[in-house]
């Protein structure tokens, strides 16, 4: 699907979605139990696909009517899956799904899509076989298709803090259904750090303690996933928030303003969002007791943002420099590129086809807003949710129409965010 916008003024109320990355831990850590309910989880391709593993090792993941999720575990100890499984766009599915199969005393067979079997897998291979399982790349080269061999045994292991937060969290959440528990060493620091934060949190509602060291992170063995009153609810996601936020700081309607509501405090690293708009000048009330963001339209100006733990928010603070004066300088990027595509270049590649100035280095992109003139053009989305709908604000101040290519790709996490858009004010055609 092709997704046409032109200049439009945005107002009125907007609804997070559920967060994608506690939905994903929710349904794992549900998993890992006996039984649960997960309310108010995100359904989206890349969520689903998380649950489709779950299935694979022997749960039982049923959604009702109302959206909430039924869950029965596999009880700490996964079965062989009967079929490859399929983490299709989901990185964060496939990286905490490899920790749970080497639980398995079988072999299990992961992949997924084009782009994914693209992402670094590696670190994560070699920690798992240090604690006493087979984990390997098919291809030699620490991407997916991957082959892991269990039982995993718990213990000690090291592993690299400046790839992937992922893989700490994946090793937390296996380890603590092992006998022996896990104790992870950081060799580098850790990116993405706040992304931790939400695992520990997630456990903790799950039972499970788990906990930072001097070191790095540890989780005791022989533990059971159990929330309390056998419920857990999934809290707004703030990487989706930043788009509304985002429309109402570019695009508000003159006089008016646009409100977010399910904006309640987590853990999330993603809340910076809130901070830097209001930074670069817009107007932003954040009502954390009520859980609402109001946003109104203001000159913008650039501003330095360091993205080290929030890694997601990259194309949106792209989008906003491109409508900003003066620089916006986003630094510590590198591993933005180790997403679903290269954020970092295809931001600066997309935005420079709608007369952006961009400064691309390989750890930072500078937008340079007092030499851009941001007008419509064709973009590619990228096959990437968060390139596509950060393309799509941009639209809505561009000169003339945008066309985002290939916009279908929203539902990983955001299936509702152009129908968003439209209850705001945007003017917008879809074209299959």
Known sequence: MNVSITP???EGSARAPPSKS??????LAAGYGDR?????ALWSADTQATARAVDLFGGDVTRR????????????????????IDCGNSGTTMRLVTAAAALADGTSVLT???SLRTRPQGPLLEALEDLGTEAFSTRGNGQAPLVVTGPLSGRTVSIPGDVSSQYITALLMAGAVTDEGIDVVLETDLKSAPYVDITLEVLADFGVDARQ??????????????????????????????????????????????RIEGANPSAQGDTAIVDIVDRMGA?????????????????????????????????????LGAVA???????????????????????AEELGKMGVETTEERDSLTIHGDDSDLVGATVSGRRDHRIIMSLALAGLVADGETTVEGADHVDVSFPGFFAMLEDLGASLERAE
């Open 8 to 10: 439009s003024s945005v």
């Open 22 to 27: 506690y939905t994903h831990r929710a349904i």
């Open 36 to 40: 649960a309910t997960v309310r108010d």
């Open 65 to 84: 009517e109302d959206g909430t999720l039924e869950i029965d575990g596999f009880d700490g100890r996964p079965d062989v899956p009967a079929d490859v």
């Open 112 to 114: 997924g899509d084009e």
């Open 213 to 258: 060291t001097e070191d790095g992170f540890a989780v005791d063995g022989g533990q059971s996933y159990r929330p309390v009153g056998g419920e857990y609810a999934v809290p707004g996601d703030f990487s989706s928030i930043s788009y509304p936020l985002a429309a109402g700081a570019t695009a508000g309607a003159d006089g008016g303003s646009v």
């Open 283 to 319: 107007d932003v009330e954040w009502d954390r007791e009520a859980g609402t963001i109001d946003v109104s339209s203001a000159p913008l100006s650039g501003i330095e943002v360091d993205v080290e733990d929030t890694p997601d928010l990259l194309p949106t603070i792209a989008t």
């Open 325 to 347: 004066e003066g620089d916006t300088h986003i630094t510590n990027a590198e591993h933005v590129r180790y997403k679903e595509t290269d954020r970092v270049s295809a931001m």
